[in-house]
T-cell receptor, first 111, second 115 residues
Framework: KQEVTQIPAALSVPEGENLVLNCSFT??????LQWFRQDPGKGLTSLLL???SQREQTSGRLNASLDKSSGRSTLYIAASQPGDSATYLC??????????WGAGTKLIIKP | NAGVMQNPRHLVRRRGQEARLRCSPM?????VYWYRQLPEEGLKFMVY????????ESGMPKERFSAEFPKEGPSILRIQQVVRGDSAAYFC?????????????FGPGTRLTVT
């Protein structure tokens, strides 16, 4: 049974720092992995989707990597800003069709 | 090209009432998924539907919950006799295909509060 874990559960850093969020999954047979952002009481914003054949995806200050063999993904945020404060969710689509979600990392960027 | 639409965005129900949540998939998408996010928890899969068919409802509570995706109109998630524990955010997603590499596109969610 696929399980997705995100570490750390919460992270607080000063503005301007580069940071890395981690996501691990137990079954490497996945179709893709997706990173989302969720603001308090709001919906889901898709940030990056990495297909299983890819190793990384980039969008602006965000870079997501995927190492399927080790069951890990990282989300790198460069030059963090207070507006980046949110909960970041990782989800994998495995051999089935449903998304399996991590519990999220709550990120606070201090001005 | 409108995205996935969900309504209402917020729904308040008293215990024992019925809640109906609607989801209109993106144009051209015939696969719909419902996920639930309980307070301070991660999202969990509930049900996967194609037009007029329930493909997998393994994540649905056995009682009081049902879902449909008729030939015409939106997908409906129905919760009968709501209880406080049903208070959650319910997200709908759609995709052009089910299995495989296809991305699921999410709606804004419906926040259900049971008083």
């Amino acid at each position: 049974k696929q399980e997705v874990t995100q570490i750390p559960a919460a992270l607080s850093v000063p503005e301007g720092e580069n940071l890395v969020l981690n996501c691990s999954f137990t079954d490497s047979a996945i179709y893709n992995l997706q990173w989302f952002r969720q603001d308090p009481g709001k919906g889901l914003t898709s940030l990056l989707l990495i297909q299983s054949s890819q190793r990384e995806q980039t969008s602006g200050r965000l870079n997501a990597s995927l190492d399927k063999s080790s069951g890990r993904s990282t989300l790198y945020i460069a030059a963090s800003q207070p507006g980046d404060s949110a909960t970041y969710l990782c989800a994998v689509k495995d051999s089935n069709y449903q998304l399996i979600w991590g519990a999220g990392t709550k990120l606070i960027i201090k001005p | 090209n409108a995205g996935v639409m969900q309504n209402p965005r917020h729904l308040v129900r008293r215990r024992g009432q019925e809640a109906r949540l609607r989801c209109s998939p993106m144009k051209g998408h015939s696969h719909v998924y419902w996920y639930r996010q309980l307070p301070e928890e991660g999202l969990k899969f509930m049900v996967y539907l194609q037009k007029e068919n329930i493909i997998d409802e393994s994540g649905m509570p056995k009682e009081r919950f049902s879902a449909e995706f008729p030939k015409e109109g939106p997908s409906i998630l129905r919760i009968q006799q709501v209880v406080r524990g049903d208070s959650a955010a319910y997200f709908c997603a759609s995709s052009p295909q089910g299995q495989g590499v296809h991305e699921q596109y999410f709606g804004p969610g419906t926040r259900l509060t049971v008083t």
